[in-house]
């Protein structure tokens, strides 16, 4: 049981480059989420995902796609990287009826 | 607007000394409230929740937390602190309005170091 887990765990982009994180979990979590982590600012939610083919907006969604066509997976996209989307991205998921989220590794995204 | 502070950025501690870590939060009706820590390059772990009942709460590593109804805080706090505690404390409300997803709200972080 791997939990829940990221790739790539570090990335370099330049301005304009697309890319695709890939987050993974094998405990079967309707709940699926993706974060952002920026020095002093804490978590802030990016999109989420309640169940396989839907997907929402949270708090910071521009910039970013996301894609839930397997339960375990959910992507996230960045179509055109700009370097205000430099950051730590974290996902995470939980199961229905349980209220703790349990976290991936997180990846680390530099764009210049 | 559902909201979570941690007034403090870094609190430090001397080993076997008792630490808390604050947080505050601010929402509509009755909050669920979770502890997470997060050590150096890795994800968060989760420690403890409030969902309800009794005020204090017990987590792992022999972390517990107080609701304070109240004061609307929850601190995060240890008897005896130790090295390996030091990391980087979450505190999260989890939004209580239908259809939210479940999701949290996160306060700023607050760097615990333990020191010997």
């Known amino acids: 049981n791997a939990g829940v887990t990221q790739t790539p765990k570090f990335r370099v982009l330049k301005t304009g480059q697309s890319m695709t994180l890939l987050c993974a979990q094998d405990m079967n979590h309707e709940y699926m989420y993706w974060y952002r982590q920026d020095p002093g600012m804490g978590l802030r939610l990016i999109h989420y995902s309640v169940g396989e083919g839907t997907t929402a907006k949270g708090e910071v969604p521009d910039g970013y796609n996301v894609s839930r066509l397997k339960k375990q997976n959910f992507l996230l996209g960045l179509e055109s990287a700009a370097p205000s989307q430099t950051s730590v991205y974290f996902c995470a998921s939980k199961v229905g009826g349980k209220r703790e989220q349990y976290f991936g590794p997180g990846t680390r995204l530099t764009v210049t | 607007a559902q909201s979570v502070a941690q007034p403090e950025d870094q609190v430090n501690v001397a080993e076997g000394n008792p630490l808390t870590v604050k947080c505050t939060y601010s929402v509509s009706g009755n909050p669920y409230l979770f502890w997470y820590v997060q050590y150096p390059n890795r994800g968060l772990q989760f420690l403890l929740k409030?969902?309800?009942?009794?005020?204090l709460v017990k987590g792992s590593y022999g972390f517990e937390a107080e609701f304070n109804k109240s004061q609307t805080s929850f601190h995060l706090k240890k008897p005896s602190a130790l090295v390996s505690d030091s990391a980087l404390y979450f505190c999260?409300?989890?939004?209580?309005?239908?259809?939210?997803?479940?999701?949290?709200?996160f306060g700023q972080g607050t760097e615990l170091s333990v020191k010997p």
């Open positions: 409030y969902i309800t009942g009794d005020n």
């Open positions: 999260a409300v989890r939004g209580l309005i239908y259809n939210q997803g479940g999701k949290l709200i």
